[in-house]
Structures are given as structure tokens and as C-alpha cells.
């Protein structure tokens, strides 16, 4: 009863954690595509072909149903994958409904008409190619109204975090907040749109202040996961064992995941 999880590379784990954690009897196989990341910088079409080659190595490992937890792919290519290429056994979901749904205080399922919220300014802090695609603002749009949404490409912090470079992508954080800020002086909320970020939320939380609510996927993800496999059980594959593949080099990506997470990560060759 295998799920897989994807990312282009070691962000994804923190959404991995939660969900570790939420079903804790689920074997899980991540998937990090060390070896091409960062995605934040590629074209659509590139993001889409790296995307459907790593579901599919996670289909050969019994994982009938996939997440990307990864918000590029998730807004670059998971559209086109569940209209093109995804056979009607299997089911390929994306991080961001949950995230908006949460924003916009929904259930999961229900379509009523768009409405007004409680927030009004929403700062978005994602990578370039999600900040490009404008699927945020579009899934936003088909739930609430009157939503002002200020969104920030978050050029090179990915890179710094995948390099291991702490102090470079919290610099690099800083300045992101700043420039946001200018054009967006009083976010009520922003959304770490991109599953990297979550490595770095207590640098985005000091920068932007403490009375920002911020918004971070990985629980809202866990939950909509288990709510999903309590309803379509039949999702989970065939898989029986947990594992952590890489198309980068095993040692330092497992070395970096293990800095980052605070926890022993050991990671192999995909
Ligand atoms: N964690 C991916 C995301 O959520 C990172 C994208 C990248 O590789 O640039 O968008």
C-alpha cells in the first residue's frame, strides 16, 4: 500500500514528514530529482517531461497514486499530466488545492461560488516558473473574491538550499521579503508556495513579522492525503517498502537532507 511522493529535489521531504506522521503505517518512496532541480528556472515543457519520467519510475515501485510535492510541477505540468497521461488506475495530485482551501476556509468538495474571505491581502512566495503560471491566482479565483495576491519569484533560494548553503538562501530570503514588501506593504498572510520554503520558515516568519499568518503546506497536505485514502483506498499500490531515491549523488544528497531535516535521511541511486 506504496504512495509515492516527488520532488525535484530534498524539498519535498518536509511535506513527506507530515504525511510520515499523519499515516504512520503507509510505507512512502520519495523521489528527489536531485539531478535536474532547481525546476523553478525550466520551461513548462521541460518540467513536464522530468515529471511524468519520475511518476512513472515511482508507478514501477508500486505507487498507484503519486503526489508532487512540489509546487512547480504541480502548477507547470499536473494539469496536462491528468488530462494526457495519467491511465485511469492510476492518480497523480498536486499540493496546491489543499493549501487554497485552507486560505479560503473551505471543505475539500466544495464547489459553491467563489465568496469574500476574511483575508484580503495575500503575499505568495514561489518559484519563478509557479510564479509565471499564474495557477495560484486561478485556483484562488474559482473559490474567493476580492483577494488582492502580491506574488514574489523567489529566484535562487532553491539552488542555495539544494547546495546545502544555509546562509546564502536565508540572505536570499531576506531580500525576497523586502522586495515583496515594497510593493505590498501589509500582507495579513503569505503562502510559502513552494516546498523548499518550509526549510527556511523561520527566516520568511522574522522578515516578514510576527503578526503575519503564514501559511506552510506540509500538515494541510498530510490531512488532505489521509482524507483521500480514507475515501479511495484502493489508491494505495501494491508497494511494501518505504525508500528514498535520488537521481543526484546518494551521499551528499542524503548528507544535505540530514542537515536540513536534523534527522538521519539515507538516500539511493533511482
Ligand atoms: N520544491 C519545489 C516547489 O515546490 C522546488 C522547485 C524547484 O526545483 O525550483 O516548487
Redesign the pocket.
Known sequence: MAVGIF???I??LTILEAVQKRLPDTPFVYFGDNAH?????RTHDDIFDLTTAATQRLWDEGCDLVILA???ASAAALKRMQETWVPPHKRVLGVFVPLIEALTERQWGDNSPPREVAVKHVALF??P??VASRAFQRELAFRAIGVDVEAQPCGGV?DAIEQGDEILAEALVRSHVEALKRRMPHPEAAVLG???YPLMAATFQAALGADVKVFSQANLVADSLADYLHRRPEFAGPGTQSRYLTTGDPVSVSSKATQFLRKPVRFEAA
Open positions: 520532488d525535484s529535489g524539498g519535498g532541480a532547481p525546476y523553478g528556472v512540489c509546487n512547480t514561489a518559484t516558473a509557479t532553491v513552494c516546498t523548499h
